[in-house]
């Protein structure tokens, strides 16, 4: 009849070289792989420029002085007098925001939303 052994033992270097082994590799290997996703975008997020001899344009720069037409205006006065020179305006015709790169982002969010207040509805912001 066959007998257990009380104490087995267990051989696992084996184990422990194939293991080193494939450590080995992986660190190899990984380095070396690249992962790559082939992307295609839409048609409508290619860039396009702008030319519109009808639009308008409202202008900011760093120190918040906006500019529309040849009238310059602190932001706090702006709704107020952009409300007043566009009264008589096509509310159809295209208004461009252009903002300076360091202004706050809310800053233009306020200008665009002034503009939106004023009944147009054709607001882009320019981008260089």
Do not use: C
Request: charged content about 25%; cysteine-free.
């Amino acid at each position: 009849m066959f007998q257990w052994d009380e104490n087995p033992d267990l051989n696992i270097t084996p184990l422990i070289d194939v293991m080193l082994v494939l450590m080995a590799i992986f660190m190899i290997t990984i380095p070396v792989m690249h992962y790559e996703e082939k992307i295609d975008l839409p048609d409508g997020s290619k860039k396009s420029s702008v030319s519109d001899a009808k639009a308008l344009t409202v202008r900011i720069d760093k120190a918040l002085n906006v500019y529309y037409i040849d009238d310059v205006f602190t932001l706090e006065s702006f709704p107020d007098a952009f409300r007043l020179k566009t009264s008589d305006t096509d509310k159809t015709q295209v208004v461009f925001i252009n903002a300076d790169k360091e202004i706050a982002y809310e800053k233009v969010i306020y200008l665009l939303k002034t503009v939106k207040q004023n009944d147009f509805t054709k607001v882009s912001l320019l981008t260089q």
